[in-house]
């Protein structure tokens, strides 16, 4: 059954937890936006969503980053191709900037593991993809 609350509500209530530094309210915001709450679909706004999060320099230094990142590889199996290369470029563009161990092993386990491994890449995505394990 479909979430009754707009993903809008849904990420302002993840940034408000992530202002208050509140571990709780981020999982609950985060356990919102899974597969598991709507019809197991991750849309392609939650993925930019998250992504666009984590673009910023002080989420990136906080300690609730791995938090964002453990969300999209416990999600993988949910992610289209697309949303796969998406994660992707960010890696690409990202992986190497957060400071915490925590958010450091995550991008590892992205990086080096199937979680975002596509389907039926183009040339491009498989590119990218190829340069990500490389990283």
């Known amino acids: 059954m479909p979430d009754e609350i707009s993903i809008?509500?849904?990420?302002?209530?993840?940034?408000n937890a992530l202002q208050r530094g509140n571990e709780k309210d981020i999982r609950d915001a985060m356990w919102a936006l899974s597969a598991a709450k709507n019809n197991w679909k991750t849309s392609d706004e939650v993925v930019e969503r998250l992504l666009a999060l984590l673009t910023s320099e002080?989420?990136?230094?906080?300690p609730f980053a791995g938090d964002l990142l453990h969300f999209l590889e416990m999600e993988s199996n949910h992610l289209t191709d697309h949303?796969?290369?998406?994660?992707?470029?960010?890696?690409?563009?990202?992986?190497?900037?957060?400071?915490?161990g925590y958010s450091c092993l995550i991008v590892g386990e992205l990086r080096t593991g199937l979680y975002l491994r596509?389907?039926?890449?183009?040339?491009?995505?498989?590119?990218?993809?190829?340069?990500?394990?490389?990283?």
């Open 83 to 100: 949303q796969k290369w998406l994660c992707i470029c960010f890696l690409n563009a990202h992986g190497d900037d957060f400071p915490d």
């Open 58 to 62: 002080e989420l990136r230094r906080s």
């Open 8 to 15: 809008d509500e849904k990420f302002a209530c993840l940034q």
């Open 118 to 135: 596509m389907k039926k890449p183009k040339p491009q995505q498989w590119d990218d993809y190829q340069k990500m394990q490389r990283s």
